[in-house]
């Protein structure tokens, strides 16, 4: 699935998660994690429920420039 990068390591996975959308067709300096994303996600957290799963979020916060208010 793209914009989910899924590594095990021993007793930990990790679950990468790029909130930027890469077709550009939603405002990406708010983030846009899309259904099929979000279904994945769910999925592959189900799938190692016996594990210390950490997710982490990946975000350009800026669309035009360096500068872009966050909100």
């Given at each position: ?22 077709l ?17 996600l ?15 979020l ?14």
């Open positions: 699935m793209d914009g989910l990068g899924v590594w095990r390591d021993g007793p930990c996975v990790y679950f990468g998660i790029d909130s930027g959308d890469p550009d067709k939603q405002i990406s300096a708010r983030g846009y994690i899309s259904k099929k994303l979000a279904s994945d769910k999925e592959s957290l189900e799938n190692y429920a016996g594990k210390t799963r950490i997710a982490f990946h975000h350009y916060p800026f669309t035009e420039g360096f500068f872009i208010k966050l909100l």
